[in-house]
């Protein structure tokens, strides 16, 4: 059974549920002792500027950012497309502290020879 998984992440607040459901599954992940890696693109790379995920996206929803507390307490990291990220001119020196900047080549370096479990939202 794989241990390792990687949810592809595109949208940000725009979608909120979306990335509420992407929480609940990398939170999970990591508490069935997963290696779990989020990869943002496009809009999702807001998520790892600090205070950008402090939304409610649903009624009854939990918030954003306590999803995003408890992914990254419990090991969850967070892979930041560049192209994305510096398409949007954001600051690479203020990233909340389980994200990193890196595309397809480090995704891949992750990955290795194993076989991850993959999510795309």
């Known amino acids: 059974m794989p241990n390792k998984v990687v949810i592809n992440l595109a949208t940000?607040?725009?979608?909120?549920?979306?990335?509420?459901?992407?929480?609940?599954?990398?939170?999970?992940?990591?508490?069935?002792?997963?290696?779990?890696?989020?990869?943002?693109?496009?809009?999702?790379?807001?998520?790892?500027?600090?205070g950008y995920g402090e939304a409610l996206a649903c009624d009854g929803c939990p918030p954003l950012a306590k999803l995003a507390q408890q992914y990254a307490d419990g090991g969850g990291n967070l892979l930041v497309c560049p192209i994305c990220f510096n398409a949007r001119k954001l600051d690479a020196g203020e990233l909340v502290a389980n994200a990193q900047i890196g595309g397809a080549t480090p995704l891949w370096e992750w990955v290795g020879d194993d076989h991850a479990t993959v999510f795309s939202y």
């Open 12 to 50: 940000g607040l725009e979608d909120a549920e979306r990335v509420t459901v992407a929480y609940l599954v990398g939170g999970a992940a990591v508490e069935q002792g997963k290696h779990v890696t989020m990869f943002l693109t496009k809009e999702a790379v807001r998520l790892a500027v600090p």
